[in-house]
């Protein structure tokens, strides 16, 4: 297994990426050919499809620490009290590291590189494979799936410092808010006074929740 | 990486299996886990999915010839006559061979293997993960997809020699038809006199293909 491509996306680290892809679909990220797949002849015809499928590796998984592989994990949805196992979740702690996401195809750039929208991968992500959508084999819209049957819907109210929301473009402060009316905490978190940062492109973003609310107390630039 | 599991499938070869998962909905399948990987821990909760994920080796590739990595290919849908890149197909010729497939749930086998019908993959094809379909983020029925929008229709007309198709069980001959009744020929063979071997099962079957008939002469067990 070797990388095809790696993507430059706005989140330098997982804390508030997307916990799918498609649920912040202002999102754009780039996909960036390495060497080898670079000539144009690898995505011939791409253009003819609205959306693909990414293959690609977890690859901001802790290895700090030598561990085996655990049979089951802790989904987000049940607040963390709930153990599933890892072949019954979408959970990034799986053999092989393996992600997958459809993403929009937005656009292919002059040189060859490709923009995407909705992606939920964090920068530097290694890709394995890209596959053109088909919706006559992929698209099941009457699939079930038990726990996860639903769009996890966005929890939270977007509330701004005053005068900070200007300190970003339009298109980045709603893309901001698509991204953290979702709550990005970790499940069960509820510390009202506990101020997190979250990396969005060129900015780190200081906000706390208190009940339904998130504040954005200030937008910088980072180091 | 390294395989979670292998498929048991009726296809012993390459010739015959359907062109994308979904398109043989009758064809069941197995998926047989590792040793590593089959405590039932690490698919608890998984019989909530109707469908799955299959991301999975094309093993079946010629690896006579060490050769470089092709950028395009010549999909059947234009009878190989029109080159496209390798990304915007799902042609088993591509970097890193993954393979990525739709089936459905049918059974947790009390032994912990797993079911599953329209699967797309040869016997002993190895397992690399497997995750929960989620219509939510997977199921994007307004896609589009050009020259791949519509499912490939059913262009044979499938008819069995008198006395062959009683060597099946009625399920065995429903199943073939649906496979046959696809054309596995690759593009632009036309020759009415050749006889094409489909291993089914414990079945070799016999077939030629005279216009739009696909006469099937003669079903044998394979030694």
Known sequence: MQPIAFIRSPFAEKF??????????????????????????????????????????????????????????????FGGNQRLGVFA???????????????????VAPDGSLSIGGADMTDGTPVYDIKPYLPYADALPGAQAGFASEKPSPTLRVLWQEGVREKLTEEQALTVEEILMQDPRPAYHDAPERIYHFCFASFEIDFRVENADLHILCVKHRS
């Open 89 to 107: 979740t979408r959970s990034p702690y799986r053999p092989n590291e393996l992600g997958l996401s459809a993403v929009r195809l937005l656009e």
């Open 16 to 77: 508030g990426v997307p916990r799918q892809s498609g649920l912040a679909g202002r999102v754009v990220s780039r996909v960036i050919f390495t060497r080898e797949f670079s000539h144009p002849d690898f995505i011939r015809g791409i253009e003819q499809f609205s959306h693909l499928w990414i293959i690609w590796g977890f690859h901001c998984n802790r290895h700090d620490v030598e561990q085996p592989q655990h049979a089951t994990v802790r989904p987000p949805r």
